[in-house]
């Protein structure tokens, strides 16, 4: 008599244990997703990134802030570009300042339609938890390119900070093709020489239908921005000089940003094996992922006078424009 009834507890049991795994391995992979979500266009993730936020139950964590005083907020300073520039090197400067407050993702809200029409709402839930006293920055290179992106950011904040950081544009062509070279490689796509990609076998001039030639075309662009905002709300990083120099152009953006002067020497090292700059402090310390600082293939130095003659005039252009000059030649 007893033995069935007992077994249907163990049924029931074994129901409710196996109910109990199924929610718990969904809400982790929810947990998961929302962490990993960060699909990137342009650049990569350090390595480390994501996994402080692992640790901490994320509602919990969110309940935490909220009791701190902190909230999501829109951001009040947005960097727009360029492309292979050193924008992810300059985020993650930024991030050593108190202050300053960083969405870890590239949203691609302003220029990506489907993302645009979610609402502000919705790119909020992105941006990170700060006090009404700290800066939040996002990032996402595209915008520089993007027909939408200055008029819709306007409209969000007409007096948002922006800041741009430009290289050497013919550098900029390198790497950018170098990247996408590196990618095709590992996917077997086939691969062109930029030499072959670069230059109009028909006229034997730099090819502009070539988009890592137009993304260099920084006057073209900034002439468009310029028509949203006034020169004193974006600041211009020299790209070049940040490897070399980084607390200069962080000591620039700083005062951009109307914060005070808080990275200094202590927070950034030289690292030689990797010939570059890493990041030091309390909770931090590592360098730009494997895939920055990537080694450029041998350009012809043809090709390479070609797209600095190109360049020129757009360059001087550019100058005039943001009341600049930088050694590109
Ligand atoms: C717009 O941006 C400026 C400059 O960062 C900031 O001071 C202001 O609070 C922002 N306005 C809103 C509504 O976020
Ligand atoms: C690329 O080709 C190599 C050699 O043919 C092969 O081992 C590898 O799996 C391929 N990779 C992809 C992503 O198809
Ligand atoms: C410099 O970088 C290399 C390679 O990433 C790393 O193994 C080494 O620990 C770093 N050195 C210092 C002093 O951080």
Redesign the pocket.
Known sequence: MGFPRKRHVWIVLTAITLVFCVILIFDGQAHWRLNSNMHLDDTDLSEGYGFRKLLEDPLARIERLRSEGMEQ??P??IIIGVRKCGTRALLEFLDLHPKIRIADMEMHFFNKDENYEKGYEWYTKYMPFSLNTD?TIEKTPRYFISENAPERIQKM?H???LIVIFRNPTTRVISDYAQVYQNKVERNYSVERLEDIVISKRTGRVNTGYKAVRISMYYYHLTHWLQYFNRDQIHVVNGDNLIVNPLEEIHEVETFLGLNHHVTETNVYFNETRGFFCMNSVDKQHCLGATKGRKHPNIDSKIVKKLKNFYRPYNRKLFAMIGKEFDWD
């Open positions: 907020r829109l009040q300073c800066i904040n007096s948002i900070k």
